[in-house]
């Protein structure tokens, strides 16, 4: 059985959909009646019937709770998740269920691994955080760049960089209100062991396609996962970034280097959060969908020696990141309702997978390795 809390939301409808694409029948939670209503009309199918839903808010989540059990599936869009995400790991956790959810966020991804990892493997429950476009791809590169590699390697280095779709909106409100935690909260990175430092500590230059960015170190799943995977010597060092090709690289390098100093000043976070909340009542609630379907999402992990030398490097390419997060959660929550999942804690996509699994259910919704595989 599948719970999809968060359906009502712009990213849960998309995945909604999405489940319903690969024959699932997922019930529909949310906190508001008439639009869980509206939604299972609307995906209404001959054959499938209505959907079941059950209306629950996260300051209660007991009827969802009394649905799930152990094995079931719980995924989880009701973002932001540092505001909003704990009731329903800690619901799975109970539960001893698997839960996967749409976060991109450090301070939860840091939560999920740290606090709640530990509860669920006392519990029996397997939690799959980012378990979308961010982060699933750099964690399917990383886990191939380490495999290619034929020394040891030191650290791996993951970009994530988008390009197309103009100057048009093309992320929804509710990703705008995450991101604005992303560059108030306080972030991380590897550096033998987890270490905490503001996003964008480190703006490096990639080029893609003779598309140059600066791209902002961000905190993300990668740099708990990885290491797992690296065998007995460890992986020391992780870096993860987040970057839009063709922006004005100058421009972006010093907004990104300004806003770590302007945030240390006392009362800045609370201003930027305000200025950053009344700028998104003016945004459109959903992304522009023509735009959207121009962006392409350029994926790269590296792999160094101690040295510095390069080892390898895996890319991977999708296109519109919503409709990539939409079928990885359903495919994901297909796999894991039919065959399990490795077992409890907190799990990267690869652990929980396992690799090839992983590689193949990618390439067929869309997210293809094009180099590092030859
Ligand atoms: N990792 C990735 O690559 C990726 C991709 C896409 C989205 N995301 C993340 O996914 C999250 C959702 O994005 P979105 O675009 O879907 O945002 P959204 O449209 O604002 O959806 C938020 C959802 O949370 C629900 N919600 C809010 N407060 C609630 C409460 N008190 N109780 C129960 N439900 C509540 C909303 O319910 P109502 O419908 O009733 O308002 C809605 O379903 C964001 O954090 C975004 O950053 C990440």
Known sequence: MIVLFGATGYT???????????????????????????????LKKPGLGKLDVVCADISDLAPVRALIGRGDVMVSTVGPFHRLGAPAVRAAVDAGAIYLDSTGEPP???????????????????????????????NLAGALALRRASARVHRLEVGYLISGGGRAQVISRGTGRS????????????RDGIRPEPTGSRTPTFTVGGLACSALAVGA??????????????????????????AATGLARLAYRLVPAL???PGARRLVRGIGEFALRWSAEE???????????????????????????????????????ADLLAWGAQRAVDHGVSGPGALG????????????????????????ME
């Open 179 to 190: 991101a604005l935690g992303l560059l108030t909260e306080q972030s991380f990175t590897r």
């Open 349 to 372: 996509p690869v652990q929980a997978f396992g690799l090839d699994v992983l590689v193949a259910g990618s390439a067929e919704i869309g997210l293809r390795v094009i180099a590092g």
């Open 287 to 325: 992304p522009d969908p023509v735009a959207l379907a121009q962006v392409r999402s350029h994926v790269v992990a590296t792999a160094y020696a101690a040295s510095g030398a390069q080892l390898a490097q895996v890319r991977l390419m999708s296109g519109d990141p919503y409709q990539l997060t």
């Open 263 to 265: 945030l240390a000043l």
């Open 221 to 246: 799943t990668e740099h708990y996962t990885l290491p797992r995977l690296a065998g007995p010597d460890g992986l020391p060092e992780v870096d993860v970034y987040l970057g839009r090709l063709g």
């Open 12 to 42: 849960g409808r998309r995945v909604a959909e999405a489940m319903v694409r690969r024959g699932l029948r997922p019930i529909l939670a949310g906190r508001n009646a008439e639009r869980l209503a509206a939604l299972t009309q609307r």
């Open 108 to 138: 939860f991804i840091r939560r999920v691994f740290e606090e709640f990892g530990p509860l669920a493997q006392r519990s029996g429950a397997s939690l799959i955080t980012a378990c979308g476009h961010d982060y699933v791809p750099g």
